[in-house]
């Protein structure tokens, strides 16, 4: 399968301060990335669906500018939360659709800690 | 997308065949059922997909009843590392579609 990497795997910030995460597809283009978060026992939510080279869609009840997305590239998207809460502490996972295919390939998440 | 319904848990000894059942009784024509599951802090990993036919690849094989109405996913052989949340995804294959998670089914395979 095809193969996503993000970065970082963890990070650790304060309250008030912005943080970006990156979602690579490392060996296909991908034109459509997609945004998750997971809480602690729960299932993944979709946030918004990212099209490379135009605005990203967002999910009812995700503020899109608390949660900035920005697809550059084929190839990468970013995601940044902007004045983290202790409450936007959660799992964030990309998922990308694989150019040619209709299977979706995620990467292995980014734990998002806001103290 | 068409909902699906499976066991919130399931056991299995290891080195015995898995059996995970999904629900998906408002299937319709053009929906897949695809297969995903989740390790303990990891992103969800693509398993195998289907639409009608049975399919089979190196990690698992997909039974699809002739009504389409319910697929049960099969690991052969499961081994401690197959313990995982397994999620059953109906969906249809358009460009840019996203993948609705439901519960899914907490597998433990135990030694």
């Known amino acids: 399968g095809a193969v996503v990497s993000q970065h970082p795997s963890r990070v650790i910030c304060k309250s008030g301060t912005s943080v970006k995460i990156e979602c690579r597809s490392l060996?296909?283009?991908?034109?459509?990335m997609f945004w998750y978060r997971q809480f602690p026992k729960q299932s993944l939510m979709l946030m918004a669906t990212?099209?490379?080279?135009?605005?990203?869609?967002?999910e009812q009840g995700v503020e899109k500018d608390k949660f900035l997305i920005n697809h550059a590239s084929l190839t990468l998207s970013t995601l940044t939360v902007t004045s983290a809460h202790p409450e936007d502490s959660s799992f964030y996972i990309c998922?990308?659709?694989?150019?040619?295919?209709?299977?979706?390939?995620f990467g292995p998440g980014t734990r998002l800690t806001v103290l | 997308d068409a909902k699906t319904t499976q066991p919130t848990s399931m056991d299995c000894a290891e080195g015995r065949a898995a059996n995970l059942p999904c629900n998906h009784s408002t299937i319709s024509g053009n929906e897949y059922v695809y297969w995903y599951r989740q390790i303990h802090s990891q992103g969800p990993q693509y398993i195998i997909h289907?639409?009608?036919n049975n399919e089979t690849n190196e990690m698992a094989s997909l039974i699809i009843t002739e009504d389409r109405k319910s697929s049960t996913l099969i690991l052969p052989h499961a081994t401690l590392r197959d313990t995982a949340v397994y999620y059953c995804i109906v969906r249809v294959n358009n460009a840019g579609n996203m993948l609705t998670f439901g519960g899914g089914t907490r597998l433990m395979v135990k030694p």
């Open positions: 998922g990308v659709l694989a150019g040619g295919t209709d299977t979706q390939y």
């Open positions: 990212s099209n490379e080279g135009s605005k990203a869609t967002y």
């Open positions: 289907g639409l009608k």
């Open positions: 060996d296909f283009q991908a034109t459509t």
